[in-house]
């Protein structure tokens, strides 16, 4: 298995992509968000994944950096449906509030003829707090982040072998997700910037946490690996060191600061 990582910043970064990532098991692919545009299509394709080969895709909330992207996979998908150039089907899953502002957007943003596959053969799933389902041929676990902004959920994958991976959404930690977080072989977490440059970049007006914040926490929840993701994008050609730096002070496992398009093997 391995992961992905199309974009790794957060919504305004103009020198990266935002965050979004693919995770991949052989020939099956789950796309986790889309990014803000069609620029998720260009990622994709840079990273060697054909789009079409994305049969399952999972959002974790509303906000426009994470949702758009969706829209134009959407868009590509149905299109090539009604073309004869994409067989089988494909699945959207999302909370209540993702779901119907998908359906909404599809509705009213695509040609009727393209909007009447939803549905049909792009199905769109609500899931539910704490709901397991099974995606790509392991199960995984929903849960809802308890954000104070925007309704979003994180979700827990078993990898098999006693091995996990829990995404924690682009939110700092709350305490209902230890069931799903504690003792991850992978821990996946927003980290908006340095700790030491948090006068700069003011991550708690924002409710984001710092590089410090995000390894601290992973070492209390004796996470294996962690992946640091939904950062600035001022510090881009030094972040990896600087990050790594500040983090491993206060992580000792092994923590990965990716760029775009690095590929992790799980």
């Known amino acids: 298995m391995k992961l992905t990582m199309l974009g790794t910043g957060n919504a305004p970064v103009t020198e990266c992509y935002n965050t979004c990532f693919v995770i991949s098991d052989d ?11 069609n620029t998720l299509l ?9 789009w079409k080969d ?3 895709v999972f959002v974790t909330h509303k906000h426009i950096d994470h949702l758009l992207g969706i829209v134009w996979l959407m868009r590509m998908i149905c299109q090539n449906m009604r073309r004869g150039t994409y067989d089988g089907e494909a699945t959207i ?11 909404d957007m599809a509705s009213t943003l695509l040609a009727s003829k393209d909007a009447a596959y939803i549905d049909d053969r792009l199905h769109l799933v609500v899931v539910g707090d704490g709901e397991t ?14 954000s104070t902004k925007a309704k979003q959920f994180g979700f827990h994958m078993d990898l098999g072998d006693d091995r996990s991976l829990c995404c924690c959404g682009d939110e700092p930690y709350n305490d209902r997700e230890e069931p799903y977080a504690a003792g991850a072989t992978w821990l996946l977490h927003e980290a ?12 708690y007006e924002k409710h ?3 590089v410090k914040d995000a390894c ?24 990896r060191e600087l990050y790594t730096a500040e983090g491993s002070a206060y992580f000792h496992g092994n923590l990965i600061v990716p760029d775009d398009l690095d590929v992790i093997e799980l």
């Open 54 to 56: 994305l049969r399952e």
């Open 27 to 37: 020939d099956r692919h789950l796309l986790v968000d889309g990014g803000g545009g």
């Open 216 to 239: 601290e926490l992973a070492e209390r929840l004796g996470v294996k690996n962690l992946v640091l993701y939904h950062t600035e994008d001022k510090s881009i050609a030094r972040r």
């Open 42 to 50: 260009a990622q994709l394709k840079r990273a060697g994944i054909d």
């Open 192 to 203: 908006f910037c340095l700790h030491a440059q948090a006068d700069v970049f003011r991550p």
């Open 93 to 103: 899953y999302g909370h209540d509030e993702v779901i119907a502002i998908l359906r």
């Open 133 to 146: 389902r099974e995606l790509i041929g392991h199960a995984v676990t929903f849960f809802d982040i308890a």
């Open 208 to 210: 984001h946490s710092t």
